[in-house]
Structures are given as C-alpha cells and as structure tokens.
C-alpha cells in the first residue's frame, strides 16, 4: 500500500488534520484570512487512483474561534522534488504531499473523472461520482497550465478544456454546473461547452468539480472595455474596435442566455409577498453597509448617508410592483470579468455560482432577468470610473444604452421582461440601486480606494428614479 493510500482511511484523519492546521490558511483561495482557526478535522477521505497516478480526495472542516464553521476540498498529491516550501503540507517517502493541482498527472485524472460514471466510496460511506455531460474525454497527455484569475476557486487548463475545483464547499449543486449542463444540452453557444462534473454524494450531493471547453484567443469583456476607455483617455478616440461596437451584441447574449435557462428550468411568477421580501432584504442591506461606512468613517459615503431615508423609502416602494415579469433561473453575479468574446465574434457568459458572498441556497433561487442586466450596468460604469473625462463619460452612456437595446431585442419575444415598460425600468433601477449597495459593503472590507465607484452609482441611480430624464424611452433604456 503507497503511503497515499494509507491516509485514505479513518486512523489517518488526525495526522492529516494536523498537516493541514498550518497549511490551509496559507493557500490564497482559503476564505477565512481574518478570521482565528480553532481547529481542522477531516470531515471525509477517499483515494482516486489510476495506474502510475494518486489524488488523496479530502474535505477538510474549519472550525473558527468564533462559532463558525467552513469545509474545504483539498485534493493532494505526491509532488516533485523541487516542490515549493509553501506548497507543501506533508513529507511522505515518495516525496512532499502537495495541492494535486500542481501536479499534471493529478490534473487529467481529476479531469477524466469528470467524464467517467464511475464511482469511489470514501471513508465516511459517501460516493465520490463523474457525471459526463458532453460525451467527451480529456487526451491522456493534455499539457497543463495554471490559471492565476481565482481566488475562490482553482483552474487548469488541460489542452483544449478547463478544470475547475471548488474550494470553499457547501451541500447542493453549484449553480455553476448544473445552468452550464442545461444550457450546454440547450445548444445555446452561449457559454462554454460543458464536458462533465465531480460530485460527492452523501445524501445531497455537493459539486466538487466541473470540466469545460477552453474558448482559445479569447478577450474578456473587462480587459476590452478597461483598454477601450484607456484609449479615449489617452487620446481622445477609440483604437481598434473592442466593446462598444459590439455591446448590443452581448446583449443579446444575455438575453438568449436567459430564454434557454427560462425553457430548462420553467418560469415563476413573482407574487406580493416575494417582493415583500426582496424590499425588505434590500433595506436591510443598505442598513449594514452604511452602519459600516459609518464605523470606517468614510467621507465619500456621506452623500448616500444622507439620502438613507429617500433609499429606504425607493425600496420600499418595490414592493408596489404589480408586473415583475417571470422569474427565472439566473447568472447572478453578471459582469464584464464574466463574459469573453470569442475570436469568431461570439459572445459566451461564465461562472455561474452567483454572488460568492450569498448562501447557495439562496444562488439557486429564481429570480428578475433584470438582475443580471443591472449587474452588467454597473459594470460598464466600473470600467468608466477608471479615468475620467467627456469622451469616457459619453462611451459609458453609449455602452449602457447599446447593451440595453440588444438585451431587449431578444428579451421582449421571449417574454422575459414585465409586460409594462414603466414598471420594468422601475424595476431595474432598484436592481441597480440594490447592486451597487452590495457593491459598497464589498469595497468597504475589500477596496476602500474603489469606494467612491458604488457610491457615484448608488448617487445617480436615485437621482435616476426620482427625477427621469425627459423623453426617455419607456423600456428598459438607461
């Protein structure tokens, strides 16, 4: 037995337990930074093994100092020599136990995994099962490379595919996976091919990984916008063409996005007391993020402090809306760092777990279209509060309106937007307004020099709301 295998059992829990008490929060996806780790158990283990290849499967529970409690997914492997200090949790005699995403073999026996029906029992009675989705496998000798974006979670590429790994686990589906399955059979082309997924399944299953198709040259929507702007500012005028000229177009996107996810998962009607509720954790919320701007002391928030009654009442009045349109299954943290174009032309959405910061319970919920077409506003004006200046300014305006207009090109047929124009604008701005409250409360703990970005918003948004411009169009039009 290879001493991987070893600690593949019950006896071997605590020795793990002890290795990982020093190297977890090490690990820049580890969530749980600020917070005193009180101690590491081994919640469940189990071995995947191929000939010439192991991963020690292990979910670690995190107990905090005060009360609270997360599980972590910490695939190991043996690695090389010349592992990294840092990287290294244990010494084994085959050589340092590392993070298995270092390690290429690992990787493409994760990744196959993916794409097999197969399944492995861990130590705890669980089933540690594939569910392939496309009918394709990943090559045997795929070269690896890491992706450095996340920070949550952890991606490699695999030749022409993509494994992704949860981190930060929690029981249910990630709505990741199961909308990219869905819209995958749909043959949307809307987002990247799904080839398969990993699951532990210990009554409700929780997704551990998911094995997508690499969309190769492609340019994120942030970098082509955030570049855009640069040029304007530089110079007065746009280079080569990059977003804007094609904002109607991912518009449209969205919006088919959202009509094969409404044909997969059904549509819902919003009723009274659902609004309630909604204008009531919207209020909430603007409760805490501004009892914490004031506990900052922050001076940009000041503008938004003093129209907190004018914010409390606008949401309130959410709860007036007598057509909220159907309520379906959504992207929920939608912006430009979410969506890549595609060397053909194509538009494709990504990562679809929601806000991290909300329960997933709460990510699976249906919900207004319109939120996603509030995320993606609030996105351009985070691009355009990069620099500053007339021509920026107006590229903000045009890419907020040519997004709209694309959006409602599709949406309006297929039925996804409130019969009344009146009252899907109304309702989008108090998504909007809602967004950028979220906002605030993030850069506060995170980015306090982004501070004044969600409070511009939060400013104009309400300005919007209680003063329309004259001769707006009655849509959705910003």
């Known amino acids: ?15 793990l337990a002890g290795a990982l008490r020093e190297w977890l929060p090490r690990q820049r996806w580890f969530a749980g930074k600020a917070r005193t780790v009180a101690e590491v158990a081994v919640h469940d283990v189990a071995l995947l093994a191929d000939p010439g290849t192991e991963v020690l499967m292990l979910v670690a529970e995190v107990s905090y100092t005060d009360g609270g409690a997360e599980r972590y997914q910490v695939p190991l492997a043996v690695g090389p020599p010349q592992a990294e200090r840092a990287s290294v949790a244990a010494h084994l005699p085959e050589g340092p136990l590392v993070d298995a995403l270092v390690v290429p073999a690992a990787c493409r026996l994760l990744a196959r995994r993916c794409t097999e029906e197969r399944a492995e029992h861990t130590a705890g009675g669980h089933r540690l099962a594939g569910r392939p989705a496309s009918g394709a496998t990943p090559p045997p000798d795929a070269p690896m490379r890491a992706m450095d974006a996340e920070q949550s979670n952890s991606s490699v590429v695999l030749g022409d595919m ?10 249910g589906e990630n709505p990741d996976v199961e909308l990219t399955r869905a819209l995958t059979a749909h043959r949307v082309g809307t ?23 690499l969309v190769p040259g492609a340019a994120q929507g942030w970098e082509l916008a955030t570049r855009e702007v640069e040029d304007l500012a530089d110079r007065g005028e746009r280079g080569v063409p990059g977003l804007l000229d094609d904002a109607e177009s991912l518009g449209e996107a969205v919006a088919r996005t959202h009509a094969a996810l409404a044909d997969a998962f059904g549509r819902q009607a919003a009723d009274a007391a659902l609004l309630r509720r909604w204008a009531d954790g919207m209020r909430d919320q603007a409760q805490r993020v501004l009892a914490t701007a004031r506990a ?9 402090a003093a129209r907190m009654d004018e914010l409390d009442a606008v949401f309130a009045g959410l709860a007036g809306i007598t057509d909220a349109g159907p309520l379906i299954r959504v992207h929920g ?4 760092g979410q969506v890549l174009r595609s060397e053909d032309g194509r538009w494709l959405l990504l990562d ?26 609030r996105s351009f004006d985070y691009a355009a509060a990069q620099v500053r200046g007339d021509a920026v300014e107006n590229w903000r305006a045009t ?3 040519r997004f709209v207009a694309g959006y409602e090109r599709v949406a309006t047929p297929a039925d996804l937007l409130p019969s009344d124009p009146g009252q899907a604008r109304r309702l989008r701005d108090l ?30 948004t309400l300005d919007r709301i209680a003063r329309p411009a004259p001769g707006l169009h009655p849509g959705l039009a910003p």
Do not use: C
Not at 1 to 15: F, H, K, Y
Not at 162 to 171: A, H, I, N, T, Y
Not at 296 to 304: M, Q
């Open 352 to 377: 679809f777990e929601g806000e991290p910061a909300r329960p997933l319970a709460e990510r699976r919920l249906p919900h207004s279209p319109l939120k996603d077409v509030a995320g993606m506003l």
């Open 162 to 171: 993509v494994l992704k790994l949860f981190r930060k686990l929690e029981p």
């Open 191 to 213: 987002v990247p091919v799904q080839h398969g997924a990993l699951e532990l399944d210990g009554g409700e299953p929780t997704t551990l990984a998911v094995l997508t198709a």
């Open 296 to 304: 900052h002391a922050r001076d940009e928030t000041a503008s938004v």
């Open 399 to 401: 890419a907020r309106r």
């Open 1 to 15: 037995m290879s001493s991987l295998a070893a600690l593949a059992t019950p006896s071997a829990e605590r020795t």
């Open 333 to 336: 943290d939608l912006h430009l």
């Open 431 to 460: 998504l909007e307004l809602d967004k950028a409250v979220y906002e605030l409360g993030y850069e506060l703990a995170n980015r306090p020099d982004w501070v004044r970005v969600p409070v511009s918003g939060i400013v104009a």
